[in-house]
């Protein structure tokens, strides 16, 4: 079984920022792409971020400049630094991690709970 977990969030003042990390545990064999996908109420989901197991980054195009993905292999943890928040980035913040369980297992992807990140203006 694998749990992704999100930590951070919360409440935020515009022009500030935040830090968000979530971690993948459990039982498997190796972890490749980790990323940060984000759902405004009644609009779909959209990529921030996400990073390869050899560091390889994409990020969404409504954050690019102002967003910095990150991630520990040892630790299965993905990080996210979000600066210059706008009310516009208000959303659920979701950590998606595609994991292997063996080997011999084709990857799949694994999704947290997601964690509610709000910026009052």
């Known amino acids: 079984q694998v749990q992704v977990v999100e930590r951070g969030g919360g409440l935020m003042q515009s022009g500030g920022s935040l830090r968000l990390s979530c971690v993948a545990s459990g039982s498997f064999f190796t972890s490749f792409e980790m990323g940060w996908y984000r759902q405004a109420f009644g609009e779909q989901r959209e990529l921030v971020a996400e990073?390869?197991?050899?560091?390889?980054?994409t990020y969404g195009d409504s954050v690019k400049g102002r967003v910095t993905i990150s991630r520990d292999n040892a630790k299965n943890t993905v990080y996210l630094q979000m600066n210059s928040l706008k009310p516009e980035d208000t959303a659920v913040y979701h950590c998606?991690?595609?994991?292997?369980?063996?080997?011999?297992?084709?990857?799949?992807?694994?999704w947290g709970q997601g964690t509610q990140v709000t910026v009052s203006s």
């Open positions: 998606k991690a595609k994991v292997a369980q063996t080997a011999y297992l084709m990857p799949r992807d694994y």
């Open positions: 990073i390869t197991d050899d560091g390889h980054i």
